[in-house]
């Protein structure tokens, strides 16, 4: 069964599960020992540092393990934040960073502090000098991921590097997505990642901090991981992380060709194959192994469910996959097509056939989705004399609000306006997005008695 989710979980690499084995035999014991098998554990500790040290670019002193990528994160922002906190309490982060980066700024908002969020453009990247204007001089910290989790998009590190640098703002960077498949974008002064993203154990973490960077350590202090990660190291673990990390890395320029590829392939059939699809994200400035794609008039968990039965595991961002019903931040901020969203992300070992067999199965899976919805299946019909339409889908989740909308657009003649009353939170963007997709206007958003009004104008 092709596992096409690998920006969740890439599944173990081989050198992973062959080292941690041995670390199983060889490194259970307390490395702040100083018995045999306390000092053999340090020496099994100590080479993974140097190894995972060395596949991202800084000192072996520089990195701490953690539980996760998560912690990480966490970690890294509170303590810089601390420990600049005589600068000031301002935070600067991108609109499409991964929760765990969101998460930590709502938690410094609470306690007093101020978050600049910088917008993005409709591929997922941001403008280097709509980032350097966010920094002030009481900004504290700036964190931008590396590339983006959910479209693949390669943010323009090196560029903000240099302007964080220039103000005297040290910039955390989230490497998750990219530490595997793409070398590190120089200039960080943090980085956090996860090891089960490149094919190592799960509740592996990694923070490094440049030696220079103010930093206080949140918590109660603790002698391991230079007082970053308290608790126990989970040895095996790490030894697998390091080892994976450092195959992976030695892999990854023939295997980054290939996957690319493949998603390029994936990229120019999608549309040919399937009627009314929205590829994201930068088509050139993108992770090798990862592409998304938005479908119109299909409900993102139904379309989910039909590729697994098909035999083919992905993800989405559809507010209909998500138990908050809004749709994927990252989207959002985008302003791109939320409903039918999938994201296929390539392992490495991913093989052509199946890559053909899923474009193969995809345009059948997207029909029998959008026949159970009832959606359009051809053209609008010729113009009737109404000069407007109300079409009240309250109470209605995505995608029918745009399905009905799209069954009645033909119904006003050119200049006439529909208006859509919803309230569900996916229209406000998913609306717009068919707009653009139809070469329809969208006039806008007013209040109504439930939910808003989306007022939409004919003109094809």
């Known amino acids: 069964m092709p596992y096409f989710d690998a920006a969740s979980a890439a599944p173990l ?24 098998e306390g000092r053999r554990a340090r020496l099994l500790l100590d080479a993974a540092r140097e190894a995972a040290a060395e596949a991202v670019g800084c ?90 989790h959910e479209v693949g998009t390669v943010q323009p590190v090196a560029e903000v590097a240099a302007l964080c640098r220039e103000a005297g703002v040290p910039l955390l960077v989230d490497a998750a997505q990219s530490l595997g498949p793409e070398p590190v974008p120089g200039g960080w002064s943090l980085l956090a990642a996860s090891a089960h993203k490149w094919g190592g154990p799960a509740g592996v973490g990694l923070l490094a901090v440049r030696k220079g960077v103010r930093f206080a350590v949140q918590g109660p202090a603790d002698e391991r991981e230079s007082g970053r990660a308290a608790g126990f190291e989970d040895i095996p673990a790490i030894v697998a992380a390091a080892a994976s990390l450092r195959a992976v890395r030695a892999e990854a320029a023939a295997e980054s060709v290939r996957l690319s590829a493949l998603v390029d392939r994936i990229r120019s059939r999608v549309p040919v194959l399937v009627p009314d699809v929205e590829v994201v994200g930068d088509p050139v400035r993108r992770l090798p192994h990862l592409v998304t794609f938005s479908c119109l008039y299909v409900d993102g968990e139904t379309l989910l469910h039909e590729l697994d039965r098909a035999g083919f595991s992905v993800s989405s961002g559809s507010s209909c996959t998500s138990s908050t019903l809004t749709p994927s931040h990252v989207l959002k901020a985008m302003g791109v097509l939320s409903e ?121």
């Open 13 to 36: 690499h081989p050198v992973a599960r062959q080292a941690l084995l041995a670390a199983l035999d060889e490194g259970w014991a307390d490395p702040a020992r100083l018995h045999r």
């Open 59 to 148: 000192r072996p002193d520089e990195l701490s393990f953690t539980s996760s990528g998560t912690r990480a994160v966490h970690s890294g922002i509170s303590g810089a934040l601390a420990g600049r906190r005589r600068v000031g309490r301002h935070l600067a982060v991108s609109a499409v960073e991964h929760s765990s980066v969101l998460h930590s700024a709502a938690d410094h908002e609470s306690r007093g502090g101020t978050v600049t969020e910088v917008p993005v453009d409709r591929s997922g990247a941001v403008d280097p000098a709509a980032y350097g204007a966010a920094l002030r001089e009481d900004t504290a910290l700036a964190c931008l991921q590396s590339a983006n």
């Open 340 to 460: 039918g969203n999938v994201r296929v992300s390539l392992p490495m070992g991913t093989t052509e056939e199946d890559v053909d067999r899923f474009l193969d199965v995809l345009p059948g899976a997207v029909a029998g989705v959008r026949e159970k919805l009832g959606a359009p299946a051809a053209a609008a019909p010729a113009a009737a004399p109404a000069a407007s339409l109300v079409v009240d889908a309250l109470g209605r989740r995505c995608p029918i609000p745009v399905i009905e909308l799209a069954k009645v657009i033909g119904e006003v003649p050119m200049g006439g306006t529909v208006t859509v009353l919803s309230d569900d939170e996916a229209a406000r963007l998913d609306i717009p997005a068919w707009c653009a997709m139809r070469e329809q206007e969208y006039v806008g958003e007013e209040p109504a008695d439930r939910g808003s009004a989306y007022v939409v104008r004919r003109l094809s």
